[in-house]
């Protein structure tokens, strides 16, 4: 989808609703995408998107020293997930993908990398979803599926103190498209590793 212009679309929303109505049919190609994958048949289908997940947050690794990032968002340290994913890729006995050169840099402006870190801090709500369905595969928050366990203060109560950062931050009508082109850009990157990792 192309980039919306938040200026002028569901102004009387949120900044987080609008990012989320804008996005949220690349989200569902994504989302159908990925169950189509049969992820959780066995422990070797879900290890494909786990691998997906190690790409996308070593695309994003960068972001979570941002100094404008950090100054807008409470504990951005506490929400980096790639060392939980490369344990989780571990136990289940995979090596790790190939080292690439990352998406998102330090550099990035901060409404971009706010769209980019929107994108991984929403996929933990539906992980929350899809850890309930690990378990069928003897996966938990100790074994494989650590990266998708719920943040000790609960998945509502993480997301809804990063959507209030998000709601408050001072952005100019250019911003906000940056914003959105930062979240797609996100999407699109993720997508991109679903098509490598499930060829
Ligand atoms: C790495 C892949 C994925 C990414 C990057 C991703 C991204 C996101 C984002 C950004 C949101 C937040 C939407 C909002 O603003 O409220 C979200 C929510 C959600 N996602 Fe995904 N998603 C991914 C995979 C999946 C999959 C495979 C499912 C299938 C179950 C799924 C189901 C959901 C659900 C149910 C919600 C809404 C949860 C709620 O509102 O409580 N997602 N996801």
């Known amino acids: 989808m192309a980039a919306h212009d938040l200026a002028s679309d569901f102004t009387d929303l949120p900044r987080s609703q609008r990012l ?27 290890a494909r998107f786990v691998r997906v997940q190690y790409r996308f947050h070593r695309d994003i690794d960068a972001l979570y020293a941002h100094p404008a990032l950090d100054a807008l968002l409470p504990d951005l340290a506490g929400r980096r997930r790639l060392d939980q994913i ?4 571990r136990d289940l006995g995979q090596a790790l993908p190939t080292p690439a050169q990352p998406k998102a840099e330090a550099g990035l402006p901060l409404a971009q990398a ?32 650590r990266h998708l366990a719920a943040h000790p203060d609960g998945v509502a109560r993480h997301w809804r103190e990063f959507t209030a ?11 906000e498209r940056d914003l959105v082109a930062g979240a797609e850009a996100a999407f699109r990157s993720v997508r991109g590793h679903v098509e490598a990792e499930f060829a």
């Open 86 to 89: 490369a344990s989780d890729l």
């Open 165 to 175: 950062a998000l709601d408050s931050a001072a952005l100019d009508a250019a911003q």
């Open 20 to 46: 989320k109505a804008a996005t949220r049919a690349t989200h569902d190609r994504l989302d159908r995408r990925i169950m189509a994958g049969d992820i959780f048949a066995d422990r070797g289908r879900f």
């Open 114 to 145: 706010l769209g980019w870190l929107y994108v991984a801090e929403g996929s933990n709500l539906g992980g929350s979803v899809l850890y309930k369905l690990a378990a069928k595969l003897g996966l938990d928050r100790e074994f494989g599926a």
